[in-house]
């Protein structure tokens, strides 16, 4: 039988040990994926509104894995507990893993309690991509927001993230800012824990 | 010296102007002129394949007339795409400033989710980065890179 010699090396793809991963990936390459991943999913919907959630749903299973993964990769495997905390590790941590360099701004939003805003110049997936004007605000974008949507929920901390578009005095390209809206429960539990 | 660049051209694979920039100070080429000038000149490319005694020929490179030199580049990758410039007659580093516009097509052009292949360009990055290249090497006078 093939392969009766060979039954160590054939562990079951879950009994591999994690390995450390490739720490860099050609841009180029993820760029077209990314590009092939937005044209087929436009080509399965009717509207706009449908071609953010799809792309939103892309990027939440991304970010449940991503969540698992570094976690276990902290040597402290830590679990957050408050908003900060959780906050700072996507600011961080998961940017860094993501996109080789943290978030350009973490800020508190000043009309809700609520509302938190992670800011970044020029997305990393946005940065071959332009919108033509007809899609009104489209933003690939959507993608990361889906991400760290992920990552806040498996974390515990259910929230409504979005991503926007803000122009900048001085800048040619707006600037990108993700739009975290926690739910009431977790403010809640946040302002108990405090 | 400065390196002056009258126009940019860049056609598809069936010889149709997918974008034409002008930069002289000619006056704009009418819209119907320059499709027509494209396609006259996918049309003269190809036959000059056929038409060269060496083996292996690539079709035209360079055309070098009294008032001007048309440079003409043709992706390795033999889907048909043909960047072309007319430029100023013994202007340095055109073939570099091709390579770049290639560079920048393959990036803000075919990584676009919204482009449609062989359609006319229509990406903004792509006209904000050929503006920053071509202003570079075509107006200011920039000797290589």
Known sequence: ?194 | MAAIIFNLFVINKSGGLIFYKDYGTQGRLDTNDSLRLASLWHSMHAISKELSPVNGCNGIEVLEADTFELHCFQALTGMAQKIFVAAEPGTPGIDSLLKTVYELYTDYVLKNPFYEVEMPIRCELWDLNLALAVRRDGKTGLTGR
């Open chain 1, 1 to 194: 039988m093939i392969g009766v010699g060979r039954a160590k090396q054939n562990l079951n793809v879950v009994d591999r040990p994690l390995g450390k991963g490739k720490s860099e990936v050609s841009l180029s390459a993820f760029a077209f994926l990314f590009s092939e991943l937005v044209q087929y999913n436009q080509g399965k919907v009717e509207n706009i509104a449908e071609l953010e959630h799809r792309l939103e749903e892309a990027g939440f299973g991304v970010g449940i894995r991503m969540l698992e993964l570094l976690c276990h990769r902290d040597k402290a495997n830590r679990r957050e507990t408050r908003v900060l905390g959780i906050l700072s590790f996507v600011h961080s941590t998961v940017w860094k893993s993501l996109f080789g360099k943290v978030a350009d701004s973490l800020e508190k939003g000043t009309e809700h309690e609520d509302e938190y805003m992670i800011s970044e110049k020029e997305l990393l997936v946005n940065r071959f991509v332009s919108v033509p004007g007809g899609m009104g605000g489209f933003n690939c974008g959507t993608f990361v927001a889906g991400i760290v949507k992920g990552v806040l929920d498996g974390a515990g901390f259910p929230a409504r993230v979005t991503a926007h578009f803000v122009a900048v005095e001085g800048q040619a390209r707006p600037r990108t800012t993700i739009l975290i809206k926690f739910a009431e429960e977790v403010v809640q539990r946040d302002a108990r824990l405090a």
